[in-house]
């Protein structure tokens, strides 16, 4: 899906500060970061509506998200863990009514802590 | 809290077979559900979604819903060996912007064989 970009795309990092990207252009009012560990399936981090902090779930505070607009979505982690070694997918929906239709996943930002 | 379960873990299907997956959920009051794709290291893409009881087809792909069972199933028709993945089945409780807050199964590997 070339309509929801992530940068970067991987990432190795030792006890270090990064924030990943992400940025849709399919006009939705949602957008999520979710985290994949191997072998594992997807997980809920966090989700913004209409640039709202909608749903925080239980994840270190070391992860702080940030939605400066509509179609942008960060992630900012400080101080990585090895356990944060994961794939984390953003991804948006347009989020205005009842079923509304597809969550649209991005390509995915694959995190490697030393 | 929402556990979803899905059946069998590993499937094997000879190409031009039809393949049968299943999900559980646990929460009755879902309203949402997605089968995903994932190709190995990739990311996920979306197969079909489901929000009322009953079948909904999208080209060889359908889903067949039934909320009072807390199932939910996918069939694959003529699977040709680029189908080989991971099926993921999701399913949310929320509208709008919540309905993008997927409880993910842990995965079905499919394998298509010529």
């Known amino acids: 899906n070339t309509k929801i970009t992530q940068s970067p795309r991987y990432l190795i990092l030792g006890r270090a500060n990064k924030s990943l990207e992400c940025e849709q252009h399919?006009?939705?009012?949602?957008m999520y970061w979710y985290k994949q560990s191997a072998e594992k399936p997807p997980e809920l981090m966090f989700l913004?509506?209409?640039?709202?902090?909608?749903r925080n779930e239980t994840v270190p505070s070391r992860f702080i998200p940030e939605c400066p607009d509509s179609s942008k979505l960060l992630l900012h982690i400080s101080a990585v863990d090895p356990e944060d070694s994961a794939v984390y997918f953003c991804?948006?929906?347009?989020?205005?009514?009842?079923?509304?239709?597809?969550?649209?996943f991005g390509e995915g930002s694959k995190l490697t802590v030393l | 809290q929402q556990k979803v379960q899905q059946s069998p873990e590993s499937l094997t299907v000879s190409e031009g077979a039809m393949a049968s997956l299943n999900c559980t959920f646990s929460?009755?009051?879902?309203?949402?559900f997605r089968w995903y794709r994932q190709h190995s290291a990739k990311g996920l893409e979306v197969l079909v979604s489901?929000?009322?009881?009953g079948e909904k087809e999208e080209g060889r792909f359908t889903a067949h819903l039934n909320r009072a069972n807390l199932h939910v199933s996918l069939h694959i028709r003529e699977p040709q060996p680029s189908d080989s993945a991971v099926y993921l089945c999701?399913?949310?409780?929320?509208?709008?912007?919540?309905?993008?807050?997927?409880?993910f199964g842990e995965g079905t590997q499919v394998t298509v064989i010529s």
């Open positions: 991804a948006s929906s347009l989020g205005q009514a009842a079923n509304t239709g597809q969550l649209y």
């Open positions: 399919l006009g939705h009012n949602a």
């Open positions: 913004y509506n209409l640039k709202q902090l909608i």
């Open positions: 929460d009755g009051t879902s309203n949402n």
């Open positions: 489901i929000f009322s009881d």
């Open positions: 999701a399913v949310s409780m929320g509208t709008g912007g919540l309905s993008g807050k997927l409880t």
